[in-house]
């Protein structure tokens, strides 16, 4: 009898088990048919909104932890961090009417945006050889005779527009003349035969804006085609190019910011198109790490959303620049940030546009509504993750017409050629305004547009700081979020802290061998969001904040202790089961 009855309850248990599986597999099914808590765990790992993708997502987001992660140096002190992130890609040169381009200025200012990346294209500049920066392409007034107009005349006018609208310039310094070029059939974006012509154009540029444009990107792109022309990828001659120019542009004005290249993201190993990553360590090999200030990159998120955590090298996402900070940091440059040249998603999944435009779906596919989404959560991931990230680049604000609406990436605008906006338009403006400047991971230097100071507070140069400045100052305020918070000034041996508002309590600073002092504001076991206010009776130095987040490594011993006792239950449970049904 008793062997008769165990198969029996062992396929009896298989059989409860089943339905307990097939009831999981149905509430599993429920919640991501209906977006709801686990959906919205799925999101977060994966960026992925469809309950097929999420899934999937899940597995290859498990799989990341089969494979070393990046190393990204978060507590490294940067520089070119800690500013205004917002900024928007600009084609104001191609607005023939100059009440056209201030419109377009207004509106992004209007919006909230602190940056426009802008062309200066080579070839519109300096277009019929060498040294002349006069314009004989067109006829003006239309008389039927060639008119000759000061080439300068449009970029003084898109300058002006900047400072008079509190915009900063990143000038994108690139598409050399024909002239120029070995010849004709080169290929519009091809290098120039001799490199000095490039770095007497990005001279001539940056002699006649010094001191109102700060900021040069030298190139766009050089890793793919058709950006150097009909010609394979070479980043050892990319190298020589960015050194040369980094070298002339910092005689011209040393305070100027080199910005390399926005490399593309590629998984590509062709003479055409180079892996970014590879094409980057080249671009050290060669001594790169010399030439320029900020490393650029486009952040396309493509296929999933802002928030997709899964890191695989041969899939493009939004948290790409994981992988180029992680060479960045193996080459020495854990001090310089990213900057994000490009960024946005393609709403091309839309009724009313054309399937059969040239490039649909190379982008990725989004609707109108999901891009517009996307980018205040990009923006948010950044500023509460990347330390290293500084200011990043909607793609793009506006074309002068449509008529490149047969191309794929014209779908990318934020408002229309009759100014009309688009939905990102509205969310990015509502984000922007709502945004509170905070500090979180990383260690923050004292220019953070998150900390202010009284009137009278002044930088001054200061040899031991982080960044040889620090902020000479009676206060300071800020707003911060981690698990740990910590001053680093030195001056006075006591400061007067006040949380939220609440009552002043002293705080003693531990001197460190450099004779700063470390404090901490604030410790919890949960990352926490508060208000700082720190002040002392005399002025002192303010060097920085160091936030830290180790609610992970706080929770877990907790996570895991309630996990053994859920576990040690279900054990003790199963096996009254089991005996229950052997008596049966």
Aim: net charge negative; aromatic share 10%; glycine share 8%.
């Amino acid at each position: 009898m008793e062997t008769i009855e165990s198969p029996r309850n062992t396929w009896r248990l298989l059989a409860g088990a089943g339905v307990v599986l097939v009831l999981l597999a149905a509430l599993l099914g429920l919640d991501l048919a209906n977006r709801g808590l686990v959906w919205q765990v799925f999101w977060s790992l994966t960026g992925e909104e469809t309950p097929v993708a999420q899934v999937r997502g899940m597995v290859e987001w498990l799989g990341r932890w089969t494979r070393a992660q990046p190393n990204t140096q978060p507590l490294a002190v940067m520089t070119h961090t800690g500013v205004n992130p917002y900024g928007i890609n600009t084609f104001l040169q191609q607005e023939v009417e100059p009440e056209k381009r201030e419109r377009q200025v207004r509106m992004i200012a209007e919006a909230g945006f602190a940056w426009i990346r802008q062309e200066f294209p080579w070839e519109d500049i300096e277009i019929h050889g060498r040294g002349d920066f006069i314009d004989r392409r067109n006829d003006i007034d239309g008389d039927g005779q060639i008119d000759a107009i000061d080439a300068w005349a449009k970029y003084d006018h898109i300058v002006d527009l900047a400072e008079r609208y509190g915009l900063e310039i990143q000038a994108r310094l690139s598409n050399p003349p024909v002239w120029a070029q070995a010849s004709p059939d080169s290929g519009d974006f091809a290098p120039p035969v001799d490199v000095q012509d490039f770095v007497n154009y990005a001279v001539a540029v940056a002699e006649r804006y010094r001191g109102r444009i700060r900021y040069y990107q030298i190139w766009n792109e050089p890793n793919i085609y058709p950006e150097w022309g009909e010609n394979a990828v070479d980043p050892e001659a990319y190298t020589e190019l960015l050194c040369r120019t980094h070298d002339a542009l910092k005689a011209v004005d040393p305070d100027i910011v080199v910005i390399d290249g926005a490399l593309a993201p590629t998984v590509a190993l062709s003479e055409r198109d180079l892996n970014d990553f590879i094409y980057l360590q080249r671009m050290y090999d060669a001594g790169a790490g010399a030439c320029f200030d900020i490393h650029s990159m486009q952040g396309y998120g493509l296929n999933s959303g802002p928030t997709d955590r899964r890191m695989r090298p041969t899939d493009v996402n939004y948290a790409r620049n994981l992988y180029v900070r992680d060479i960045m940091v193996a080459n020495g440059d854990a001090h310089k940030p990213i900057w994000i040249s490009e960024a946005a998603w393609s709403p091309v999944d839309e009724p009313d546009v054309p399937r059969d435009i040239i490039g649909y779906g190379n982008y990725g596919r989004v609707t109108k509504a999901q891009a517009a989404a996307y980018m205040p959560i990009a923006y948010e991931r950044a500023r509460r993750e990347w330390p290293w990230i500084g200011v990043i680049n909607y793609w793009f604000f506006k074309l002068p017409s449509d008529n490149d609406r047969n191309q794929a990436y014209y779908y990318f605008r934020m408002v229309e050629p009759d100014f009309t906006p688009l939905p990102v338009y509205d969310t990015m403006r509502e984000y922007i305004e709502t945004e509170t400047p905070a500090l979180f991971l990383g260690i923050h230097q004292e220019t953070h547009r998150a900390i202010t100071y009284p009137n009278g507070a002044r930088m001054a140069a200061e040899p031991t700081a982080q960044l040889r400045q620090a902020a000479e100052t009676t206060a300071a305020a800020f707003t911060a979020h981690g698990t740990q918070v910590s001053l680093r000034w030195r001056g006075v041996p006591e400061l007067q802290l006040s949380i939220d508002g609440g009552p002043a309590s002293a705080i003693h600073g531990v001197e460190r061998a450099d004779g700063w002092l470390d404090g901490t504001l604030h410790a919890s076991l949960l990352a926490e969001m508060h208000d700082f206010q720190i002040s002392a009776d005399e002025p002192f130095l303010f060097d920085s904040v160091l936030v830290l987040d180790r609610t992970a490594e706080q929770v877990m011993p907790v996570v895991a202790a309630g996990g053994g006792v859920l576990l040690l239950a279900l054990g003790v449970l199963l096996a009254a089961v089991w005996k229950r049904l052997g008596r049966g």
